[in-house]
């Protein structure tokens, strides 16, 4: 079996400990590998199952708001990033599915890395596991307990040996049956 390479990581910004647990994670997986991370922040949050863009905003009014956002994750990031430069930022306006299979598409990123908030979190209105397992490229989701909790849908458990992930330290994420 040939092993897929990767040029870039993939991290959607979340300001919860979960969120920089992950972003630890995939900094550390980054630096280890020698690659870019990409860090995704979206004007419509896809953790928040109810949040939806605001319909009253003119253009105008969502860039600003877009820019101010950039801002405050540039400068969160940056500092957690500390010396290490390979580090994108990239405020997205489209709705979270759709921004994610073009980055992947355009190369952005071939693994994506994700804060498991809790057990029943969802992502992009769906149980965040389920969003793991329909993805179609790799994805860890890091927590809910820990820093150390990983899960890993199929791809990325394929994957977890080249990353450096011993197997004894990751699960595979399950769907629950509802």
């Known amino acids: ?29 980054s630096k280890r590998h020698n690659v870019k991370l990409n860090v995704f922040h979206f004007l419509q949050d896809p953790y928040d199952p109810n949040y939806s863009k605001p319909k009253h905003l003119t253009r105008s009014e969502i860039e600003k ?5 950039e801002k405050e994750l540039r400068f969160y990031y940056d500092k957690r990033a500390g010396e290490y ?3 994108g930022f990239r405020e997205c306006y489209e709705d979270s599915w759709t ?15 994700l804060g498991y908030t809790k057990t029943d979190a969802v992502f992009v209105r ?10 179609i490229s ?3 989701l890091v927590g809910p307990k820990n820093p ?17 992930i011993a197997n004894d330290t990751y699960n595979i994420c399950n769907i629950k049956p509802p």
């Open 99 to 113: 921004e994610l299979h073009r980055c992947l598409k355009i190369s952005e990123f071939q693994i994506l890395i």
């Open 138 to 140: 790799p994805v860890i």
């Open 65 to 69: 708001m877009a820019i101010a956002e």
């Open 148 to 164: 150390q909790q990983l899960c890993l849908n199929r791809q990325a458990a394929l994957l977890s040996f080249k990353l450096g």
């Open 126 to 135: 769906k149980p965040i596991e389920e969003f793991a397992n329909d993805f």
């Open 85 to 87: 430069l390979n580090v």
């Open 1 to 29: 079996m040939a092993i897929p390479t990767f040029n870039a990581l993939g991290f959607c910004a979340h300001y919860a400990k979960q969120g920089d647990w992950a972003f630890d994670f995939a900094l550390q997986l």
